[in-house]
């Protein structure tokens, strides 16, 4: 029997980094939903009713609310392509690799900008 070791340690590698990951993701939501005595999901519903989100347009500019509404957008399009994630194509993959950091960006841009505001009528 042969085995091919640097291929499962290629195969292997990924897949370890990304249960790295799970693992903390998993842990700052299960501290978030500590802090705030509900579901992380239940939390997003209620920080994203319409209501809430017209009050954030109006305190945003319009470029950074704009550009996360798009990004909010681009995630659910996103969503659904990985729900069959193992039938993408490797171009496809690195796409969505692509997209996933920029929406990271523009929510991390999102992110500062509440912050400032925060600390602007403090």
Do not use: C, H
């Not at 579901?39 to 809430?52: G, R, T, V, Y």
């Not at 069959?84 to 996933?100: R, T």
């Amino acid at each position: 029997m042969n085995i091919d070791s640097e291929r499962i340690t290629k195969g292997l590698a990924p897949l370890i980094e990304l249960l790295k990951m799970l693992s903390k993701v998993i842990r700052q939501i299960a501290e978030y939903e500590e802090l705030e005595g509900q579901s992380l999901d239940a939390a997003l519903n209620e920080l994203f009713k319409p209501e809430n989100l017209a009050n954030l347009s109006k305190k945003l500019p319009i470029e950074v609310f704009g550009s996360f509404m798009a990004s909010m957008v681009r995630f659910s399009v996103l969503y659904s392509k990985l729900v069959n994630f193992g039938s993408l194509s490797p171009e496809e993959k690195k796409q969505i690799a692509v997209e996933l950091e920029e929406i990271a960006a523009s929510w991390e841009k999102f992110v500062q900008k509440l912050q400032e505001i925060k600390d602007k009528n403090e």
